[in-house]
């Protein structure tokens, strides 16, 4: 048992998937098969590193054995384990889905750069410096824009070209903060940075510029420009990828860089933080309610939701484990609900022949589970108990009430009634008879099933907040015991 | 007024051009270019503040950072390239689709 404990499963979470991608690249007839063995094999890993971190608290890896400030450290507390576990169970539903939905030929371009792309979101998961983040979030950033282009039609081609401008705009202008903080503290280790950083002129151009990149690249309201276009036209199973999971990577950064350097000094910003996500709530679910497109309307709900990612800064004064618990919370429980809602868009799709959201003919009586899907997933985006987004708006609203922050309560509240509107809008046309019926197309089991599974998960995690928060705690208990001493391998 | 904020100076400057190139220009090409122009910028300001004021030796950490940043800067253009050349072929012009492409 011990020497299972030993061993490195955060290395193996970022190998495995970067050799099965290299595999599909070099054996394209073995793709799937690769694809599916290697993102099975990151869930179990991230099981393996969770078992790990639960028995010896922080995870640290000195990679090559070099160690900071040398060497490329590899670290993961409770805040990354669930980011891990996030990626590793909604890739996993949305990789047996899209097992059955592309063609032969789209797969073997599918399978490689998905599994790049979760060998990268891996990577950022368990990076402890600022320009190792850097690094991953480019790889990240450019097999999600290579994924989006996937199809080659020319609305997929604009919006991934519209993505990678606004992407790579967003890391420039990360990386100019982080030349500014090593500059300014001669560390980009985080936990150093920490103790060094002291507010002065370089450190607040450094929050400036990381916080507009990075907030671009999480489509922050109004840098949200490049959202719609790119997972709107992007095929189901990649933009059920692009909304649970690349955003919350350049967001992670945001809330780690928070709530590690500058949530002390930096209240004025954080209440513009809050305003811009109270902003983003109410605009993207207008613009939801105003689509007549399913996959657009979906799009907009994420801007809709990234805005409650980003109340929470303004709302940090709590304590940072309170703060990293509720953003951890929110973003798995919007992963799973979204994707699952993407997914059963692509059955919609898929089974109508097109995505006008009026002309949905008879869907829940001809697609029960994909409606179902989408209904679950519906309730968590809109906080209707017992699913998480519930339990992750309640918790919101109860700090914003306890500060006194009637004004984002309120927001919050009409983000939910507006979320009502656009969700019961698709489940209204797909209770009825369309003008112009059309005939079903089949659609796989197993495509229905992923989405409705992972509706479900949304649903479940709902039970789950305090196991949540406990993972979040685990490594202060930890810490507190041992005076401090932190495992290495 | 030392060479190295100099340097930091004129860093700041070509980011701030490509900057504005970037979103001024319509065509797709000379949006990279500037991305290119404002990644050379940040390479620049990184090199010059390697040498920190008081101290004889230049920290060679910078220079591994824009190393590192010149191999993504390249396969970053080289995709960027790749999709412009995808989107002239198939839309008969290298500009972006107005929002979304219907």
Known sequence: MSSLLAIDWGVIAILLPLAGGTACVLWPALSKPAGLISVTGVVLAIAGLGWRIMENGIYRHAVGGWGAPLGIDLFADGLSLIMLIMTALVGLGISFYARRYFSPRDAVRFWPIWLFLLAALNALFLSADIFNLYVTLEMTGLAAVALTALTGRIDALGGAMRYLLATLLGSLAYLLGVALLYHDAGSVDIATLAQRIQPNAAVWTALGLMSAGLALKTALFPLSFWLPPAHASAPAPVSALLSALVVKASFYILLRLWLELFGDFAQGASMLLGLLGAAAILWGSLQALRQTRIKLLVAYSTVAQIGYLFLIYPLASAGNGIAAGMAAYLAFSHALAKSAMFLAAGNLMLFGGHDRIADLDRAVQRLPLTVAAFALAGVSIMGLPPSSGFVGKWLLLDAAMSQGRWDLAVVMIIGGLLAAGYIFKVLGYAFTQAEVPHDARAVPAGMEWAALLLAIGAILLGFMASEIFALIAVDLVVNADEAGTVWTA | ?102
């Open chain 2, 1 to 102: 007024m030392t060479n190295a904020f100099l340097y930091a100076l004129a860093g700041s400057g070509l980011f701030v051009l490509g900057l504005h190139a970037l979103v001024m220009h319509a065509h797709v090409l000379r949006k990279i270019l500037a991305i290119n122009v404002m990644g050379s910028g940040v390479f620049l300001i990184l090199v010059a503040l390697a040498r920190r004021s008081g101290e004889t030796t230049t920290d060679p950490v910078p220079h591994a950072m824009v190393i590192t940043g010149i191999v993504v800067a390249v396969s970053a253009t080289a995709l960027a390239l790749a999709l412009m050349l995808k989107l002239a072929e198939k839309s008969g012009q290298a500009v972006l689709p107005d929002k979304h492409g219907d």
